[in-house]
């Protein structure tokens, strides 16, 4: 059957194109692969192949022609025996590509993903005994408990097992679980976090210690594009169940590469859940809830509140749910909101300000993604005025997101603009004097107050 | 074509032979049609032909056991088709169809299928290296005896996270067959020009990987390899590597002019050594088929990748509430 040759699209972006030259001629036999003609487009000239034997029959666009259309026919093929002029009778004319079935309507847009559910927080039922708990032993029981539960969990990290962790998170858990599930790795946090992914691939559940999020850029790759954007890029098939933990954030006199809060980069990607606990009863719960949970999820820890210590319930199986913020202090004048240890700043300057007679609302968000923005709305709503506080740096913060948030859905109510207490916009100093400066402060944050209240 | 001596021409049968002229057919007239598909429009994107390299899929797969794993870059249509996913569901996903493996949401790039243990279609170059090393990782640690074929080009060998790849692999003796598809040019840079090193596979030897380079145009001398290189990670030995010499007939891309070789160099292997050329040479002068028979099967796999054209066409574009699918588990 006599078949036409139409003008090829050779560029995702090309339209039309320069039929340059014909390499075969009428009457010439071709097989597939052999090469027809060379088209110029807007970027390079190419080669033109055959997709099937037969013999050129007829050429209808002549060489040096500029403007051809994608898809115009420019020769026809015909078989043995045939004539050119079968192509109107024997095959249908050509048109564009075939249009495309229609879609159903689109349904209610949404500005962000579905969160999808996580565990519930339980309920701490009245009496329960509350043992006072670093957030460090926080992580590690979270761990050590999951860990039992479930066989597929895994710890890999450097010096997470021998060393028993280079912050002491991982303490004894080689001892109860031994090596195969407590993993020393070389330092080589792209190669590792890979090797995650691809083991969360396989069905198990990695938790991957990086000793410091700073390192994780290292790794970058692997968690934005292998673990975050899988499970939408196959249709839902495919996932990567697991943790990428360890200490984020300025920790003290440790410099510009090693001081840098990465909040805000990781709540930015859609296929991520972003955890970001302040007290260590919220570590431990998050920490369960972010094991058990069948995405990734980046588990933001800060070395300065590993020392902290807070009440955690004693209870069998206490667990955080995401994207439920944690109202720590109720209060009419004003929105304190913050997360991580952006709270011990929100905390003391409520501390302060109640002293002035200035009661302040202070709002832990405890995750990033997904974000508890009803209950944030709600309290603006009562005390039209807001504050986030926040150890990163100022540009697309998350406090900025926020501010864009409370202005999209209560700017009726607001009786101040919203304003972002941030680290400074500067690479972390290490001169002592330089460091203070370059930190976020609790006079800060109860300047930011004074000023939308307007005291 | 000239008669090129096989490695191990008594290791196969006529079933085997006719089976392999059928799957490497099968792979370049699917590639052929997505390259006429992509010239009507009907594929968007960056679009990676596997013409040319088939027989080293199709070798690896005929080592390959029931729950083996694999995992390559996005020149991944060869390898799927090879695994046996169906030929209809990958030209739908090409054309971002909810018939797609991905339901139209990963393209040429990505796809998967858990039922056939394909863990894609990875778009960052050698990024699959680690991830494949992952795979096995998982393999060992739940005692399931499987292998991990991971696939990567000679441009991705030339990447870091490879080496780190091979570091922990080998330290913790993962099931894995790291398979260096070495068609000699990482998009327009040939290997004389990215590295100096004479050899890509014994760069594993720094880290106590064993390996060997394969002729990927034998597709008998890929099977026996591969059949070599399982049998070391079956026995908990660590990771193999292969470097298996290759070809790709047509430029990195589809827009890829492909200025930085000869017509004469790629039309000397075309000509005399072609895989699928070899196979055919095989099955005539073994008596094994007639051209009768071989014209047959050519008339089946049209037919076969004809079909798939026709439902990557008429499947619908996915509905528009899949926007928002597929971001985070349901539960």
Redesign the interface.
């Known amino acids: 059957m006599a078949t036409e040759i139409l003008m090829p699209a050779l560029s995702p972006t090309m339209e039309e194109g320069t039929l340059s030259k014909w390499l075969v001629k009428e009457g010439d036999t071709v097989s597939s692969g052999d090469i027809l003609a060379e088209i110029e487009t807007d970027k390079a000239t190419m080669e033109f192949e055959a997709v099937d034997e037969g013999i050129v029959g007829k050429i209808l666009i002549a060489e040096g022609s500029e403007g051809v259309l994608v898809n115009t026919p420019i020769a026809v093929m015909v078989e043995e025996g045939e004539s050119p002029d079968d192509v109107a009778a024997a095959a249908p004319a050509p048109t564009a590509p075939s249009p495309i079935p229609a879609a159903a309507a689109p349904t209610t847009p949404a500005t962000v993903a579905p969160a999808s559910a996580t565990p519930a927080e339980t309920d701490i039922p009245a009496g329960t005994d509350m043992k006072t708990t670093t957030v460090r032993e926080a992580l590690r029981d979270a761990m050590a408990e999951e860990m039992r539960r479930d066989e597929t969990v895994f710890l890999m990290g450097e010096e997470v097992a021998e060393y028993q962790g280079a912050y002491k998170i991982s303490q004894g858990l080689l001892d109860e679980f031994g090596s195969k599930r407590v993993i020393d790795t070389p330092i080589t946090e792209h190669g590792f976090a890979g090797i995650g992914v691809g083991a969360a691939f396989g069905g198990l559940r990695p938790i991957v210690e990086f000793m410091t999020f700073n390192f994780a850029m290292q790794a970058m790759d692997h968690i934005i594009n292998s673990a975050a954007k899988t499970r939408y890029m196959s249709g839902g098939q495919m996932s990567a169940p697991m943790v990428f933990r360890g200490p984020n954030g300025a920790a003290a006199r440790v410099g510009a590469q090693h001081s840098q809060d990465y909040g805000a980069w990781y709540a930015h990607i859609p296929g991520l859940r972003v955890v970001q606990p302040y007290s260590a009863a919220d570590a431990k719960g998050l920490l369960k809830s972010a094991i058990r949970d069948d995405n990734p999820v980046i588990f933001l820890e800060n070395e300065i509140l590993y020392g902290r210590s807070f009440d955690v319930p004693v209870m069998d199986d206490y667990t955080v749910p995401f994207g439920k913020a944690k109202i720590w202090r109720e209060g009419s004048d004003v929105t304190i909101v913050s997360w991580g240890i952006g709270m011990t700043y929100a905390l003391e300057a409520a501390d302060e300000l109640a002293k002035e007679g200035v009661q302040a609302e202070v709002i832990d968000l405890r995750t990033l993604r997904p974000i508890d923005y009803e209950t944030v709305i709600r309290s603006v709503q009562k005390t039209n005025r807001c504050i986030t506080v926040e150890e990163g740096f100022p540009v697309a913060s998350v406090g900025n997101h926020l501010a864009a948030k409370i202005m999209t859905e209560a700017f009726d109510y607001l009786d101040a603009p919203v304003i972002n207490c941030t680290g400074k916009d500067v690479p972390m100093p290490y001169a002592a004097n330089l460091e203070k400066l370059a930190l976020l402060t609790t006079k800060e944050v109860i300047d930011a107050v004074k000023s939308v209240t307007y005291r | 074509m000239a008669a090129r001596k096989s490695a191990n021409k008594s290791n196969t049968s006529k079933e085997e032979l006719l089976e392999f002229y059928r799957e490497m057919l099968l792979i370049r007239r699917f590639e ?2 997505a ?2 598909l ?5 594929i ?3 679009c990676h032909l596997y ?1 040319g390299q088939e027989a080293v899929v199709v070798g690896l797969e005929a080592a390959a056991k029931d729950g083996d ?1 694999r ?1 390559t870059s996005y020149r991944d249509h060869g390898h799927m088709l090879a695994c046996g996913m169906d030929p209809k569901g990958v030209m739908a996903e090409l054309t971002g169809r909810e018939g ?7 393209g040429s790039m ?5 039922e056939k243990h394909f ?6 170059v050698a ?1 699959q ?11 060992k ?2 005692e399931t005896g499987g292998v991990t074929f991971t696939y990567f080009g000679d441009g991705a060998a030339n990447q ?2 490879v080496y ?2 091979y ?2 692999a080998e ?2 003796d993962l099931p894995v067959i790291f398979v260096i598809e070495n068609n000699q040019y990482a998009m327009g840079t040939s290997v004389q020009r990215s590295t100096k090193s004479p050899s890509m596979w014994e760069r594993g030897a720094a880290y106590g990987i064993p390996g060997e380079e394969v002729d990927g145009m034998d597709v008998l001398a890929v099977k026996a390899a591969g059949e070599k290189a399982t049998a070391h990670c079956r026995a908990g030995k660590g990771p193999y590597i292969l470097e298996i010499k290759t070809y790709r ?3 990195h891309s ?6 930085y070789r000869t ?1 004469e160099e790629v039309q000397k292997v ?1 000509e005399e050594r072609d895989a699928i050329e070899h196979v055919r040479d095989l099955l005539l002068t073994g008596k094994h088929a007639t051209e009768d028979d071989l014209k047959a099967i050519d008339k089946d796999i049209k037919a076969v990748v004809n079909e798939a054209a026709e439902f990557s ?9 899949e926007l ?8």
């Open positions: 052929e049609k390259g006429q992509y010239g009507m429009g009907l968007g994107g960056f013409i794993k995992v797609g493996y991905s339901k139209g949401k990963g990505h796809m998967f299928s858990k863990y894609g279609g990875h778009g960052i990024a290296v680690p991830i494949g090393a992952g795979l096995a990782f998982a393999d640690y739940l870091g996270q780190e790849a570091n922990m330290l913790w007939y047509r430029g589809m827009s890829d002019p492909a200025k017509r075309r066409k008429e499947s619908p574009e996915p509905q528009l509430s928002w699918t597929d971001i985070y588990a349901d539960a």
